[in-house]
């Protein structure tokens, strides 16, 4: 129930965050550093959830594909946005 809580959170905060960003002209480089992080956030724990409550072994194995490859994706953001800094 936490994960689907915080996810839920993460998604209307992203679902707030885009329209202020685009009537303020467009998200800046840290916002966008922000929602893509916070994506890949939502995504993992998704995952999570979904290989400790999921029966079918195609949902146990995406769900683990999940869990393994979106950290990545967030060190891939983290690095460039720290070397130009611009904090998310």
């Known amino acids: 129930m936490k994960s689907i809580i915080v996810a839920a959170g993460a998604a209307v905060a992203l679902g707030l965050a885009v329209p202020l960003a685009?009537?303020?002209g467009g998200p800046t480089d840290a916002q966008i550093a922000a929602i893509v992080?916070?994506?890949n956030q939502?995504?993992?724990?998704?995952g999570k959830l979904a290989k400790s409550k999921g029966h079918a072994?195609?949902?146990k194995e995406f769900a683990e594909r999940m869990i393994t490859n979106h950290p990545g994706?967030?060190?891939a953001t983290t690095v460039p946005?720290?070397?130009l800094n611009?904090?998310?």
């Open 86 to 88: 611009v904090p998310p």
């Open 73 to 75: 994706a967030n060190r």
């Open 81 to 83: 946005v720290t070397t």
């Open 37 to 39: 992080v916070t994506a």
């Open 57 to 59: 072994p195609e949902v």
């Open 22 to 24: 685009q009537a303020a």
């Open 42 to 46: 939502v995504d993992i724990d998704a």
